[in-house]
Structure formats: C-alpha cells, structure tokens
C-alpha cells in the first residue's frame, strides 16, 4: 500500500456530513483522510487541484450482481409479474457467461465512483469476485419458497451454502434476508429471523405493485396465476392483513434494521406505520429498474416528510441499462425535479453507508474514513448536463 500523503481540492468540496468547502485541501495517506487543511497551508506544488466538485464515494444500496448477464434479455414496461416470469424462466445459462458478467459488472460500478453495494444474492456465483473486489459489499442471502410452507426447511437449507459461500471479514458482510412478502412462508420468514439476531441488516423487496397489496390482502390477484404458470396452485392468504406491508410486520421475532427496497407505491401511511413499527428502518429507490418494469416512480415527496433514510440503488442488470447510482440521481431529477442533486446527495452515500452499516467507514469526508472521492466537471446546478458520469480521484 502507497503510504504517501496526496493533497486534494477542488472547486468546491462537499463532505456531505457537515458544509461546503472551499478553499480546502483533502489529506489522504493511503485512502483514509487524515486531515483537512487550508490551500495556504500547504505547498502548491504538492496539491492535485480538480474542475468542478469533489464528492464521497457512491454506495449502491440494493444490486443483485449475480443477475449481470441479463442484460439486454428483459422487455422493458411489461409490469412487474411478467419481469419475474421472466427471470424465474431463464434462470440457466451457461456458468462462464454467468461468472464473467460478474466480473465485469463489478469493474463497471467501481468505475463509475461506487465504493459499496448491498448485494442480493440466492447462489454462490458473486463469491469469488467479491472476495478479490475493491468494492466494500454486504451480501444479502435471499431465501423464498414460493409461499410453500411445509419446504422451508428444504429451501432454507438449499439457499444457506450461498449465505457460508460469501465473504464476510472486516470489509465484506452478510446476512440472510427474505425476498418479499409474496414469495415467503411464515414458516420460513420464522427460520430466518430465527436464524439471524435481531439487529442484522435485514431487507426486503416491498411494495412494488397494486397485485402484491391486493394478494397479501387475500384479494383477487395476477399473482395467483403468476403462481399457476409456475404450476403451484396457492390458497388465499387469510385477509388478515391490509396489505403486503401489514403481513410482514406481521411476523414474529422481527430485525430491527430493514432496508425496504423499491415501495413504487407506497404512500405516507405506509411510511407511518414503518417508522412506529420498526426500530432502524431504511427506504431504497432503484428509479431506473421501476421505470424499467413498471413505468413508475415512487412519490418522494412523501419518502421526503419522514425522516427516514432514503437510499438509492440500481437493482440489477436484468431491470437497469447500466450499475451506476448518478445514472439513477439523473432520473430522479429528469421526472421530479423538485429533487435536486445536493437534496440526493445523502441518499447516494451515507444514508446507503448506514444502511449497510458501513458509516463509520463510508458516506463521507471526515478525518479518519476511507470514503472513496469523485470528481464532477462543471457546476452543481448543471451537473446532469455537464456529466455522463463522476471520475473516480481514489
Ligand atoms: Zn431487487
């Protein structure tokens, strides 16, 4: 490791936790800042000056890498029952093509400024480039029996050599999570919580469409035959609960930090009832894989009133046309742009480094992190226009 100190400024400087910097340089020894000095405290010489803003490393919330070589195969808009049709229906593909377009995926978001990724994983093909990556990840073992309550021993136990597959050592995490309410026994969801403590990083696909409230609630829904085309025939879901949300919190022996992933529909009510009933939760948007699959966005308005985190993530390959969290920022600022870039620039690093319980590391330029740094060209008012992506400085 090169030991030597580098100097870094910019323009402007934004740390994210605390204000802007001007005329500030960045100490780094190796890739943890050590100090932040003034521009006349150090020798100009020394001092690597970049155009434009010096911003933390992105953290990728929510990913499933192993789904990379589905880029391309997916039609975009068909609505989310024909998106996991499809990918419950081409799940097999030759293991070279799978492992390469690991690899490669992986290249391509620390390139594009990512320093962590929230990974969902159900096999053990992420292990190996995972263990060489530079980029810090939480693997996220997704465990589903398809709502069959008497085989979630047999699923539990089919999905747990993935979980004993990933790295997990000071850099890297992991924990075992359930996929989503429409997918999970109480059975299994009894396993897993079982099986984790109760403050393990949890998360959870949720609320993604109108089907999944209307099933979970034991209303008509395309997810009966959605399960019919998978040859299951399900019996209704007792009614007990309003909504998808309801019957998971539901559950017994429930994590206390959760990350729930996409909520296209979820309104304040639902934000409501996740902030009284859950201790530590996150919300995580992947705008670009829900206009991919359902031609919607969430209302962030009202992720906005609550004071729970919101994070940003890409979701994978199969439902993004590329890993990249500023391609998602982009998005979110084409189609509500009341949300501008510094309003997202906590959701893009250390709300995501919290939720992954990376922040004392990640998230944000202090004195004693490693947070990775990107530059942007231009100014932040026009940073969508005067970018195609951030340049990765460390
Ligand atoms: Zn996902």
Not at 114 to 142: L, Q, R, W
Not at 147 to 172: E, I, K, T, V
Not at 359 to 371: A, F, Q, R, T, W
Request: charged fraction near 20%; proline fraction near 4%.
């Amino acid at each position: 490791m090169n030991n030597a100190k580098r100097y870094i400024t910019a323009d402007e400087i934004y740390p994210v936790i605390g204000d802007k910097l001007t005329d500030k340089v960045l100490v780094f020894e190796g890739e943890t800042i050590v100090d932040i000095i003034g521009v006349n405290e150090v020798d100009d010489s020394k001092v690597e000056k970049y155009h434009g803003l010096l911003m933390p490393g992105f953290v990728n919330a929510h990913c499933h890498l192993e789904l990379s070589h589905m880029k391309g195969k997916i039609p975009t808009g068909s609505g989310l029952l024909s998106f996991l049709y499809a990918v419950v229906s081409m799940r097999s593909f030759p293991e070279e093509e799978i492992m390469e377009a690991i690899a490669k995926a992986d290249k391509e978001m620390w390139e594009n400024g990512i320093v962590a990724v929230g990974d969902i994983c159900n096999t053990p093909h992420t292990s190996e480039t995972k263990s060489k990556s530079k980029i810090m990840y939480h693997s996220f073992v997704e465990m589903f029996d398809f709502l069959q309550d008497d085989q979630a021993d047999h699923h539990f136990d089919q999905y747990y050599p993935s979980y004993l597959s990933m790295p997990s050592n000071g850099f890297h995490s992991k924990s075992i999570v359930p996929h989503a309410p429409y997918t999970v026994s109480n059975s299994l969801y009894n396993k897993i919580n079982k099986a984790e403590h109760q403050s393990a990083i949890s998360s959870i696909h949720m609320l993604e469409s109108q089907d999944e409230n209307y099933f979970c609630s034991g209303k008509d829904s395309g997810y009966y035959d959605f399960y019919r085309s998978l040859g299951m025939d399900i019996p209704r879901f007792n009614g007990h609960a309003n909504n998808a949300l309801h019957h998971y919190l539901s559950q017994k022996n429930q994590p206390d930090h959760v990350l729930f992933v996409h909520g296209t529909i979820m309104g304040a009510e639902d934000i409501a009832l996740i902030k009284k009933q859950v201790k530590n939760p996150y919300l995580v948007s992947c705008p670009n894989a829900n206009l991919f699959i359902e031609n919607k966005l969430p209302r962030y308005a009202d992720w906005q009133k609550s004071d729970i985190p919101i994070c940003l993530g890409t979701d994978s390959y199969s439902s993004n046309w590329q890993l990249s969290i500023f391609q998602e920022m982009k998005t979110i600022a084409k189609y509500q742009s009341h949300i501008s870039f510094l309003d997202m620039m906590a959701w893009a690093t250390i709300n995501g480094a919290a939720a992954l319980g990376k922040s004392d590391i990640l998230g944000s330029l202090e004195i004693g992190k490693s947070p990775g740094l990107v530059n942007f060209k231009g100014s932040v008012e026009h940073i969508f226009e005067d970018n195609e992506e951030g340049i990765r400085v460390l």
